[in-house]
């Protein structure tokens, strides 16, 4: 099986790019086309930039699947994300047909990607949203901390991310969650070092985790942290990326959480947005706000393929 890099660390550059879909004669035909070429894209990247680390991920929306794949049901746990309100905080939910992952160590590669992709599509699509971020001294958040240190490693990664056997008709795929985040760095940066700690839950300096006699109930990897009945941790693959334009004082992270089950992520979201017990929500909210928030399906490059056909 034939799966697409969702495993992948961030990287140096990650270019998101979202669509939705104009409803023209030739949509179906031009994306099904793109389907069928999306593989060759990343092969010829990395055969030209051996070096480039180039990896993209191709994803669709709940609506866009219905549309442009008529006769395959949908993956099972892909639904047009439902927003999640608390008395404090929304996770809102933002239109998204055609998603876009593109990494790379070099800006330029990430372009040229994006660049391909969006000439394939051009005259049946528009652009929803599209962010692109970079690496952070080492892996930081755009607010200091460093992220992704408790995303599982090896066999564990693909446990996490990948679909198995639940849904076997898309075994091999995963679900993308995405959402842009805008950060108060004024609030931010008024807090001391030890208060922005214990908001995350880990030291600022050297990442070490706060142990459970000074981390609060409402930090962020105390509220993500969640297992199932029989106490297994359940996880998912993050690889967010910072993104800014200081002179416009815009500062945020671009969210994405990619999963074997999108259940998983829906219930950290719950966990973050509407608290468990109600109102235990994530402090680092009261510092970030999610403007966008979209879910969609990663096949298998084979499905790629099989969809192109179809
Ligand atoms: C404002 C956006 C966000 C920022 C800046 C952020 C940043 C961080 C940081 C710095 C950590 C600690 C290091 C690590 O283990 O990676 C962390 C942990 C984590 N985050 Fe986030 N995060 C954000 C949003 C989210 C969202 C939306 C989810 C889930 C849907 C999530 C899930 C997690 C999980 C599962 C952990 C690890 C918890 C554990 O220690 O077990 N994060 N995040």
């Known amino acids: 099986m034939n799966i697409q890099k969702v495993t992948d660390k961030p990287g140096e550059n990650a270019f998101f790019l979202v669509y939705t879909l104009l409803d023209t004669g030739t949509t179906v035909e031009k994306v099904k086309e793109l389907c069928g070429n999306f593989a060759a894209f990343g092969r010829s990247m990395r ?10 991920v191709m994803g669709f ?52 990607i994006a ?22 001294f080492d892996g930081r958040s755009i607010i200091g901390f460093v992220d992704g240190t408790e995303n599982p490693e090896g066999d564990e990664s693909c446990k996490a ?6 849904d076997p008709m898309y075994k ?11 950060h108060d760095m004024k609030a931010w940066n008024k807090l001391s070092v030890e208060e922005q700690e214990k908001v995350i839950g880990r030291r600022k300096f050297n990442d070490i985790e706060l142990g459970d006699d000074e981390k609060p109930e409402n930090a962020h990897n105390a509220v993500t942290n969640i ?33 074997g089950a999108f259940s998983t992520t829906r219930r950290m979201l719950e966990n973050m947005f509407v608290g468990d017990p109600i109102g235990n929500t994530d402090r ?25 056909e179809d």
């Open 115 to 136: 660049e391909n992709i969006d000439n394939a599509l051009q005259g049946v699509v528009v652009s929803e949203d599209e962010v692109h971020g970079f690496r952070y």
């Open 227 to 259: 297992a199932d009945a029989d106490g297994n941790e359940l996880k998912i693959i993050r690889a967010n990326m910072p993104f800014a334009y200081p002179s416009k004082g815009e500062y945020g992270t671009y969210f994405i959480g990619y999963a």
């Open 161 to 166: 991310a990948v679909i198995g056997d639940d």
């Open 47 to 56: 055969g030209r930039y051996p070096e480039a680390n180039v990896n993209c």
């Open 61 to 112: 929306g709940a609506d866009a699947w219905g549309r442009l794949f008529p006769d395959k049901p949908r993956p099972k746990e892909l639904y047009p994300f439902r927003e999640i309100r608390g008395d404090k905080h929304t996770a809102v939910s933002t239109p998204g047909d055609l998603f876009f992952h593109i990494r790379s160590k070099s800006a330029g590669v990430c372009f040229e």
């Open 284 to 308: 680092l909210l009261d510092f970030s706000k999610a403007v966008t928030g979209t879910l969609f399906f990663v096949p298998t490059f084979d499905m790629l393929d099989e969809l192109a």
């Open 172 to 182: 091999g795929g995963s679900y993308a969650f995405v959402q842009k985040y805008i």
